[in-house]
């Protein structure tokens, strides 16, 4: 059966059409910012420090501490935390924005801590882009001129900037407002522009650094749905940084939660809520309504003798939410199935416990 669709698709699982090798892998990575920061990461006890520790002993912070996670191609992969947690420092660190202590940040085969100046000029112009929270559009410029911008400084002919400048504005929903000035619009339009430019060069991956966090809460939304619909046309690859757990949640194919500079969990929305790490990730995930974002994967139950097998049939991964009538309809219970394969069932027994378990404030 196939599940009801949403109005915006909600993000879910790594992306399957990966070959398996990741665009980013990042290894051992540390930012120590202080006196002779780079003795920290090679020293076992400073390792062993807290972050109060550390400052007391050697007058350093270390913002980001020997994190590893990969990306994959096409893959949407948060960074959340509270504020002071590293995140924005880590995504600074993945395009040398900010300098990484120690460490590996290996793209698309090269390691980016070895490149010289000019090639990561290229990088950053070829490869990466970037979405602030802060516009940082060029005010006396209209907005086919700021999407263009970047264009430019690669030295495109005018003609083909404008070209692919108009097919981006088209792309992000700014069609008509190609010679309108950055102050002639809302914050939500002005974020667009953004993400045109961003796209215009066609990068491989782009970063986003809490490009929401100040629009109001409407067009925050329109911006996260915006998001998922762009991800959906053009299937680039995107890290993304938030300190807003349903943010995360509704952009994230795998979401890497950090605290005071380390890593906590990483892994798909419902594994975090389904299998919280450790007494700070169920805490953050406390009051997310459980069927939501668990899916039938979770709450199956395996196949015993006198199990009636002739109900519909759901995949794994269809959210609990979106299966909840079909289940309470069936005459028997739903087959679980993958790949020809039964997995196990789910019946009113197993859905009605969610939804207890979330009126109950699991």
């Not at 949407?76 to 924005?88: A, E, I």
């Not at 809302?186 to 993400?195: P, W």
Request: charged content about 30%; glycine content about 10%.
């Amino acid at each position: 059966m196939t599940p009801i669709q949403t109005e915006v698709p909600q993000r879910s699982g790594t992306p399957q059409d990966s070959d398996g090798t990741p665009v980013i892998s990042v290894r051992k990575l540390w930012k120590v910012f202080g006196p002779r920061a780079e003795q920290v990461p090679e020293s076992e006890e400073l390792c062993g420090l807290s972050r109060r520790e550390l400052m007391d002993r050697t007058g350093n912070t270390a913002a980001v501490r020997d994190v590893n996670f990969e990306v994959s191609p096409g893959e949407v992969f948060v960074v959340m935390g509270l504020s002071g947690s590293g995140k924005s420092t880590l995504v600074r660190c993945l395009t040398r924005l900010i300098e990484p202590t120690a460490g590996e940040i290996v793209f698309e085969g090269e390691d980016i801590r070895d490149a010289d100046a000019g090639r990561l000029r290229e990088l950053r112009r070829r490869k990466f882009s970037m979405v602030f929270q802060h516009f940082g559009l060029l005010p006396h410029r209209r907005v086919v001129d700021n999407v263009a911008f970047g264009l430019e400084i690669r030295g495109l002919g005018k003609t083909e900037r404008s070209r692919r400048a108009m097919e981006v504005v088209e792309l992000v929903g700014l069609a008509g407002y190609e010679q309108s000035y950055p102050d002639e619009l809302s914050g939500g339009m002005q974020q667009r522009v953004g993400l045109a430019r961003a796209l215009a060069g066609d990068p491989d991956v782009m970063f986003f650094d809490e490009p929401f966090s100040a629009l109001d809460p409407l067009i925050r939304r329109d911006m996260q749905n915006e998001v998922i619909r762009l991800h959906h046309e053009v299937g680039k690859t995107m890290v993304f940084i938030t300190h807003d757990l349903s943010e995360a949640l509704k952009l994230g194919d795998r979401i890497l939660i950090m605290r005071d500079g380390q890593m906590v969990q990483c892994g798909t929305g419902d594994e975090l809520v389904g299998a919280p790490a450790d007494d700070y990730v169920r805490e953050f995930v406390k009051d997310v309504p459980r069927g939501d974002v668990l899916t039938l994967r979770w709450i199956m139950r395996p196949v015993e003798d006198g199990d009636e097998l002739d109900g519909p049939e759901m995949g794994p991964d269809v959210v609990v939410k979106e299966a909840t009538r079909a289940v309470l309809v069936a005459d028997k219970p739903v087959k679980v199935v993958e790949g020809g394969k039964l997995l196990g069932i789910v019946g009113d027994e197993e859905i009605l416990a969610v939804v207890a378990g979330q009126e109950g404030g699991m």
